[in-house]
């Protein structure tokens, strides 16, 4: 976190996050006990954080840990609501009416973020 560009720190842990909510929303065996898990994760996360940024860094290094506590505190509103209203599977509209965040191999690599039918490449910018 703290040696990698603030942009790149913050459209990393999107993907991730993505990632892992549709992993837990894809869970064979309890996709709602997945998600409170995960929601779990992320709290956890946020205290580590939190601890980071309490901690020696220089000015650019406490921007982008602030702004991955911004993000990832939006992140864990999200789940909570995923949770509270019981979405179990990745094309519920509450889900799907989120940024998300995925690396696409095809028809080109890069990161391409997709909201309901949208999908519009991330052009690192």
Not at 53 to 82: F, M, P, S, W, Y
Request: net charge negative; aromatic share 10%; with cysteine.
């Amino acid at each position: 976190v703290t040696t990698n560009f603030c942009q790149v720190v913050i459209v990393g842990g999107m993907m991730a996050w993505t990632q892992e909510t549709e992993a837990a929303l894809q869970s064979e065996k309890d996709a709602s006990k997945a998600l409170g898990v995960f929601f779990q994760k992320n709290v956890r996360q946020l205290e580590v954080l939190t601890e980071v940024v309490r901690g020696q860094l220089t000015k650019i290094q406490r921007n982008t840990v602030v702004a991955l506590v911004t993000q990832d505190v939006h992140a864990r509103d999200i789940i909570e609501e995923l949770c509270e209203t019981k979405v179990t599977f990745i094309g519920a509209f509450k889900w799907q009416q989120q940024l998300r965040y995925y690396w696409i191999t095809q028809p080109v690599e890069d990161c391409f973020v997709k909201q309901v039918d949208a999908v519009i490449r991330y052009g690192h910018e």
